[in-house]
């Protein structure tokens, strides 16, 4: 059990289209930010959340957006889908100061066709 | 932007063998994290070295934070099937940011 809950597991979708992705953090922590991990290289980050609100922003362009809500939970929307963004997203939740580590889901396969 | 690098990118080993990982910056890091991947997994939360020439252990794990921490290395002592998979390393920036490396994958053979 990861602690952290990411929903749906597998995902296909067309190019063009929009996708919602979910995350519940573990209980606890109150930060959560999302990965894209494309295969066989690092997870790079995206964007974190915390307080309902983005704190940090990776190299990403704005068809990636977020939200979190006041239970901690996120979501992450990616908007225009491109073959190139078929990658394992990643939530990974922990309290702000990092001391701990972060715990991470199991992933959301996002394939894109 | 900063960037950590990690070699092997990929190691064999025979099981009993010893493994060694590392991870280089060319700025001083903060504090280095290790996560390992298991093949079809999610990266699970190994430790966090913070002082400079830290070293830490975990049973059959080692964990080594350079003087300088520029550097940083993971050795695991006679390898077992147990240990298959992705070693990354991770930079954490300001605003609790991961950067990681990427990673080395090791198989070890029975």
């Known amino acids: 059990d990861a602690g952290v809950t990411q929903s749906p597991t597998h995902l296909i979708k067309t190019r063009g289209q929009q996708v919602t992705l979910r995350c519940s953090p573990k209980?606890?922590?109150?930060?959560v930010s999302w990965y894209q991990q494309a295969l066989g290289q690092g997870p790079q980050f995206i964007f974190q959340?915390?307080?309902?609100?983005?704190?940090q922003r990776g190299n990403f362009p704005d068809r990636f957006s977020g939200h979190q809500f006041p239970n901690y939970s996120s979501e992450l929307n990616v908007n225009a889908l491109l073959l190139g963004d078929s990658a394992l997203y990643l939530c990974?939740?922990?309290?702000?100061?990092?001391?701990?580590?972060?715990?991470f889901g199991s992933g959301t396969r996002l394939t894109v066709v | 932007g900063q960037q950590v690098m990690q070699i092997p990118q990929y190691q064999h080993v025979q099981e009993g063998e010893d493994f060694t990982t590392y991870c280089n910056s060319s700025t001083t890091l903060s504090n280095i994290q290790w996560y390992k991947q298991r093949p079809g997994g999610h990266p699970v939360f190994l430790i966090q070295l913070v002082k400079s020439g830290e070293v830490k252990k975990q049973k059959r794990l080692t964990f080594q934070f350079g003087e300088a921490k520029k550097n940083s290395s993971l050795h695991i002592t006679a390898t077992q099937t147990t240990d298959v998979g992705t070693y990354f390393c991770?930079?954490?920036?300001?605003?609790?940011?991961?950067?990681f490396g990427e990673g080395t994958q090791l198989t070890v053979n029975p």
């Open positions: 959340y915390y307080e309902e609100e983005e704190r």
């Open positions: 991770a930079q954490e920036t300001s605003g609790s940011r991961l950067t």
């Open positions: 990974a939740s922990g309290q702000l100061t990092g001391a701990y580590g972060y715990t």
């Open positions: 209980s606890g922590h109150d930060t």
